[in-house]
């Protein structure tokens, strides 16, 4: 049995409306709501009089009118963006054609790998292949706003691109998708990498700042024992298919029906490229055999 973390899915936001979530940040709830997105994805907005926006959101006419009515009076300077999936990313070109601000990011999209021959990305429509940063950020490269500012600090996993933003001075951290109070994040490759991940989830627990404001619900607080937490969920998982195969040959819908006992099944696919995701690590380890390239209709034993 996996680890349990000590979720929280009290988040009552709505949709559309304003809200002050920690001295100098404001959050507006994008109305996407759904198995992977939660309530909605979450966009915030830094400082006053001269502010930045992180993670425009969806493509949603209504959202990026809240966004631009909240910003009413105030100057937008900086868009930042922790990955290129549209949920995220959708609204951005829209919010910089009205406020003239240049974009910050990691980099475009891209893949942590590239595909197996034959292989198909089962996330590819939720990727903005289309997005260039006007300025791309660096490890620990600092950005100053009007009373603020943003350092960047790469995440990647969950994509390859993904980038956490820490608000200098105050304790928070802006962590996208990497990190999120009410669930696990998927990581599916190709997109995404197990190996990156646990090494960033490792990275960020390292820090002493106690505030994650995530891309789908509320606040994770207490952040570097929740990742702990997260961490010890993904190695207990880890074992759990270790413990699979013991039983012998397995594939990847064996693998999730063995471990994902009660799984909700919108969420079976999901299940199945995390495990995938677990599997590559596995295999690059030494734990895991298997013939050909890792690949989700593989037969995978113990070494």
Same mark, same amino acid.
């Given at each position: 049995?996996?680890?349990?973390i000590p979720f929280d899915r009290r988040f009552e936001a709505v949709a559309?409306?304003?809200?002050?979530?920690?001295?100098?940040?404001?959050?507006?709830?994008?109305?996407?709501?759904?198995?992977?997105?939660?309530?909605?994805?979450?966009?915030?907005?830094?400082?006053?009089?001269?502010?930045?926006?992180?993670?425009?959101? *969806?493509?949603?006419?209504?959202?990026?009118?809240?966004?631009?009515?909240?910003?009413?009076?105030?100057?937008?300077?900086?868009?930042?963006?922790?990955?290129?999936?549209?949920?995220?990313?959708?609204?951005?070109?829209?919010?910089?054609?009205?406020?003239?601000? *240049?974009?910050?990011?990691?980099?475009?999209?891209?893949?942590?790998?590239?595909?197996?021959?034959?292989?198909?990305?089962?996330?590819?429509?939720?990727?903005?292949?289309?997005?260039? *940063?006007?300025?791309?950020?660096?490890?620990?490269?600092?950005?100053?706003?009007?009373?603020?500012?943003?350092?960047?600090?790469?995440?990647?996993?969950?994509?390859?691109?993904?980038?956490?933003?820490?608000?200098?001075?105050?304790?928070?951290?802006?962590?996208?998708?990497?990190?999120?109070?009410?669930?696990?994040?998927?990581?599916?490759?190709?997109?995404?990498?197990?190996?990156?991940?646990?090494?960033?989830?490792?990275?960020?627990?390292?820090?002493?700042?106690?505030?994650?404001?995530?891309?789908?619900?509320?606040?994770?607080?207490?952040?570097?024992?929740?990742?702990?937490?997260?961490?010890?969920?993904?190695?207990?998982?880890?074992?759990?298919?270790?413990?699979?195969?013991?039983?012998?040959?397995?594939?990847?819908?064996?693998?999730?029906?063995?471990?994902?006992?009660?799984?909700?099944?919108?969420?079976?696919?999901?299940?199945?490229?995390?495990?995938?995701?677990?599997?590559?690590?596995?295999?690059?380890?030494?734990?895991?055999?298997?013939?050909?390239?890792?690949?989700?209709e593989g037969v995978f034993v113990r070494s």
């Open positions: 049995m996996a680890e349990d559309g409306v304003v809200e002050t979530v920690a001295p100098g940040i404001r959050r507006v709830l994008a109305p996407n709501p759904g198995p992977f997105t939660f309530t909605g994805s979450c966009s915030y907005i830094v400082g006053e009089g001269d502010v930045a926006i992180i993670d425009p959101g *969806p493509d949603d006419a209504s959202h990026v009118a809240a966004l631009l009515g909240a910003v009413r009076g105030e100057r937008v300077t900086h868009i930042f963006l922790t990955h290129t999936h549209r949920d995220h990313s959708g609204a951005l070109e829209a919010l910089r054609l009205a406020t003239g601000a *240049p974009t910050y990011a990691e980099g475009p999209h891209r893949a942590a790998r590239p595909l197996h021959e034959g292989e198909t990305n089962a996330l590819d429509a939720a990727a903005d292949r289309g997005f260039f *940063p006007d300025v791309a950020l660096s490890d620990g490269a600092r950005v100053e706003g009007a009373g603020w500012t943003l350092s960047a600090l790469p995440t990647p996993g969950h994509t390859a691109n993904h980038m956490a933003f820490v608000l200098e001075g105050e304790g928070v951290i802006f962590v996208g998708d990497h990190v999120m109070a009410w669930s696990t994040s998927i990581v599916a490759p190709p997109d995404g990498s197990m190996s990156d991940y646990m090494n960033s989830l490792r990275r960020l627990g390292e820090r002493p700042e106690s505030l994650y404001m995530p891309g789908h619900g509320g606040p994770v607080r207490e952040g570097p024992a929740f990742v702990a937490r997260y961490l010890r969920h993904r190695v207990s998982r880890e074992q759990a298919i270790l413990r699979a195969l013991t039983r012998g040959p397995m594939t990847i819908p064996d693998m999730v029906r063995a471990i994902y006992i009660g799984l909700d099944p919108r969420l079976a696919g999901a299940a199945g490229l995390s495990t995938l995701a677990h599997i590559e690590d596995l295999v690059a380890r030494g734990d895991v055999l298997t013939e050909g390239p890792v690949a989700l």
